[in-house]
């Protein structure tokens, strides 16, 4: 079992829609969440994290944390072209090491 | 506030070969990390320094890698000799803490290494 999964394939989504992206992680102890943003050919940028379960909001972006699931979800809204990006899961396990999912390709249709 | 460097941003070497990527971290960060990230994938954590001590080289394939941060400043990660699998983007990051808690990390630019 991976450390921390995005299944997904690539999401279409129309502009000023919500967009939608999912998380599992297989850690039970980890205690620190966090969603970033990567562009095509650019590094890593953090958009949000999150560390009790529930609902955490920051602009259009809400991050969602459910520990007794091991699920984490980003939601965008309104989404825009500029939010087109891959979205990376990452996940601060037991042994203080950041693991990553493979990321989710958001493109936001005009 | 400069963010984390790194060089060069481009490598194209051939199998067997040597190659050294260079990192300087966000000033007054204590902990620096390197990653390599393939094609399609998240980046994987090669090698995780606090100052200037290895908190985590787990996954750092040690027959051919290897990286040191002299003064716990400036690091450098070295591949030798590299094989056609190591063509991925080698990523440095840094953090304000050392390990466990909530902290952020920022990322450098990366160097995209292309091995023929």
């Known amino acids: 079992q991976k450390e921390v999964e995005q299944n997904s394939g690539p999401l279409s989504v129309p502009e000023g829609a919500i967009a939608s992206l999912n998380c599992t992680y297989s850690d039970r102890v980890s205690q620190s969440f966090f969603w970033y943003r990567q562009y095509s050919g650019k590094s890593p940028e953090l958009i949000m994290s999150i560390y009790s379960n529930g609902d955490k909001e920051d602009g259009r972006f809400t991050a969602q944390l459910n520990k007794a699931s091991q699920y984490v979800s980003l939601l965008i809204r309104d989404s825009q072209p500029s939010d087109s990006a891959t979205y990376l899961c990452?996940?601060?396990?037991?042994?203080?090491?950041?693991?990553f999912g493979k990321g989710n390709q958001v493109v936001v249709i005009p | 506030e400069a963010g984390v460097a790194q060089s060069p941003r481009y490598k194209i070497i051939e199998k067997r070969q040597s190659v050294a990527f260079w990192c300087n971290p966000i000033?007054?960060?204590?902990?620096l990390y390197w990653y390599q990230q393939i094609l399609g994938q998240g980046p994987k954590l090669l090698i995780q320094?606090?100052?200037?001590?290895?908190?985590?080289d787990s996954q750092l394939p040690k027959d051919r890698f290897s990286a040191e941060r002299l003064k716990g400043v400036d690091s450098t990660l070295k591949i030798q000799p590299a094989k056609l699998e190591d063509s991925a983007v080698y990523l440095c990051?840094?953090?304000?803490?050392?390990?466990?808690?909530?902290?952020?990390?920022?990322f450098g630019p990366g160097t995209r290494l292309t091995v023929l």
């Open positions: 000033s007054g960060h204590a902990t």
């Open positions: 990051a840094s953090s304000l803490a050392g390990t466990g808690g909530a902290y952020t990390q920022y």
């Open positions: 990452a996940v601060m396990g037991g042994n203080n090491r950041l693991a």
């Open positions: 320094f606090q100052n200037n001590g290895v908190v985590d």
